[in-house]
């Protein structure tokens, strides 16, 4: 079935730098990337729908400026993460669309770490 | 889309039948019911879905009742790599974001 890579796969950084992290759709080509967040002990939430050639939709409660998707390619979303803070500590998980398979497939998740 | 409710845990024997029960009572005539897994400190794995028939892979078996207010994941041969929290998502066929909720943690016991 389809796989959906990320990188890096950890990431500790101090805080107010930046931090860019990679989802990649290996199988298929995907239009539709979604972007989720992790903290400790609680479920996924969603940050923001990442479209191909478009802007990005983000959820309510997510800055736009802050968290910057970009959708250059069918294959490659990125998230960066700017001017990190400690509490941008958590895990993020990207996730790729496949309409035809009615599919949705999820990356292995990054691991942030702010200090 | 449609919301879910799970019990928040369940523990089942190795080698045993794991039935983990999803209700979604105020789920709409186009909502698919998915079922993913997560491992800890992984990112979710597809485990099934279905509409309204019951639907069986490699992995599960999906019971959907008739209404389509509730259904059932079964794992046929629980092993401990299973222990997961498990979430079931109904998920509109053009609104395709997932909305996890709170999930079942399943603990599958030696």
């Known amino acids: 079935g389809a796989v959906v890579s990320q990188h890096p796969s950890w990431v500790i950084c101090k805080s107010g730098t930046s931090v860019k992290i990679e989802c990649r759709s290996l199988?298929?080509?995907?239009?539709?990337m979604f972007w989720y967040r992790q903290f400790p002990k609680q479920s996924l939430m969603l940050m923001a729908t990442s479209n191909e050639g478009s802007k990005a939709t983000y959820e309510q409660g997510v800055e736009k400026d802050k968290f910057l998707i970009n959708h250059a390619s069918l294959t490659l979303s990125t998230l960066t993460v700017t001017s990190a803070h400690p509490e941008d500590s958590s895990f993020y998980i990207c996730?790729?669309?496949?309409?035809?398979?009615?599919?949705?497939?999820f990356g292995p998740g990054t691991r942030l770490t702010v200090t | 889309d449609a919301k879910t409710t799970q019990p928040t845990s369940m523990d089942c024997a190795e080698g045993r039948a794991a039935n983990l029960p999803c209700n979604h009572s105020t789920i709409s005539g186009n909502e698919y019911v998915y079922w993913y897994r997560q491992i800890h400190s992984q990112g979710p794995q597809y485990i099934i879905h279905?509409?309204?028939n019951n639907e069986t892979n490699e992995m599960a078996s999906l019971i959907i009742t008739e209404d389509r207010k509730s259904s059932t994941l079964i794992l046929p041969h629980a092993t401990l790599r299973d222990t997961a929290v498990y979430y079931c998502i109904a998920v509109s066929g053009s609104a395709r974001q997932l909305t996890f909720g709170s999930g079942t943690q399943l603990t599958v016991l030696p």
């Open positions: 199988d298929f080509q995907a239009t539709t």
């Open positions: 279905g509409l309204k």
């Open positions: 996730s790729a669309d496949f309409p035809d398979l009615n599919e949705q497939y």
